[in-house]
């Protein structure tokens, strides 16, 4: 029992801080409230679907086309609706918001509200001290360690992850040193954009996909953001395992917790920031961000 409650805890922390990485990046770098967020994993597991059930492609195949499809949809987006009102916060989570809807719309309209299933990545599953773990929940642990140790060392050893850094700390600076903001934007949005998809594909097989899967995850989210301080990568990595690990423990050790997950998990965010408001790793200067 305590096996699969720290496998899951592990797989729904990492999902999460897949998503609220890619979340407080977009926040960090172009001071926007992205509500489309979590709509691009939603899209990415309906791309996993589709490739697989419908067209009968291998996994492989259906992985690089939901991700590259989802990546391109969350740039066009951004290039068309966002970019020249970043700098309006409540006009760009109105948009987002709207965006999000449109996707759900369009997948009501193409799949029907119906619940769906991806096919698993990696059947089969492996037995520790009598409990069965597949190995499709061990894959997504390994993924999301992997990837996040990537965007780890992309943003610190990498010449494009210190011009990301810059444009976060101070844009007009960034801009007077030589850095093209506007392409750092455009790469900061295709990489959270990845994340959001990476965490759609890994889960697809996991969770139930229908269209209005973003919602949950995004209330969440931003929860997680908040309570890691906003913009702070290492806060948002941090807070996602605590609430990750919060919501399944409710869920494994609780009557009734399924129903109270999301309401625990919220209250634990908000037991931490009345002791600390800021966060975590609160923004105590405005140059701390990333």
């Known amino acids: ?36 967020h979590t709509s691009f994993l939603m899209l990415a597991a309906y791309g996993m679907f589709y ?8 996994v492989f195949t259906a992985i690089l086309i939901s991700l590259v499809a989802t990546v391109i949809i969350g740039l066009v987006s951004y290039k068309l609706f966002i970019d020249r009102v970043r700098e309006h916060e409540v006009t760009v989570m109105l948009i987002t918001l709207a965006l999000a809807t449109i996707f759900q719309e369009f997948m009501v309209l193409a799949f029907g509200a119906h619940f769906r299933e991806a096919p698993t990545l990696i059947p089969g599953f492996i037995e520790v001290l009598g409990v069965k773990i597949s190995y499709q929940h061990l894959l997504t642990i390994a993924v999301v360690a992997v990837v996040l140790l990537a965007i780890w060392l992309l943003l610190s050893k990498t010449k494009l992850g210190i011009a990301i850094r810059a444009t976060a700390q101070d844009t007009e600076v960034a801009n007077l040193m030589g850095i093209n903001v506007s392409n750092i934007l455009l790469i900061a949005m295709g990489v959270a954009a990845a994340l959001a998809a990476i965490a759609g594909i890994v889960v697809a097989p996991l969770w139930v996909v229908y269209p209005y899967m973003w919602m949950s995850p995004l209330v969440m989210i931003m929860a997680i953001v908040v309570l890691g301080g906003l913009g702070s990568i290492k806060g948002s990595l941090i807070g996602a395992f605590i609430i990750g690990f919060v919501e399944v423990a409710v869920v494994f050790y609780l009557p009734g917790g399924a129903f109270l997950r999301g309401a625990i998990a919220l209250l634990v965010m908000v037991i931490i920031l009345v002791v600390r408001p800021e966060g975590l790793y609160g923004i105590v200067f405005e140059e701390e961000r990333l």
Do not use: E, K, P
């Open 1 to 36: 029992m305590f096996q699969a409650f720290v496998v899951q805890a592990l797989v729904t922390g990492g999902v999460y801080a897949l998503l609220a990485v890619g979340f407080s990046l977009i926040f960090g770098v172009a001071r926007m409230v992205n509500l489309a």
């Open 51 to 58: 490739t697989t059930y419908r067209l009968g492609l291998d």
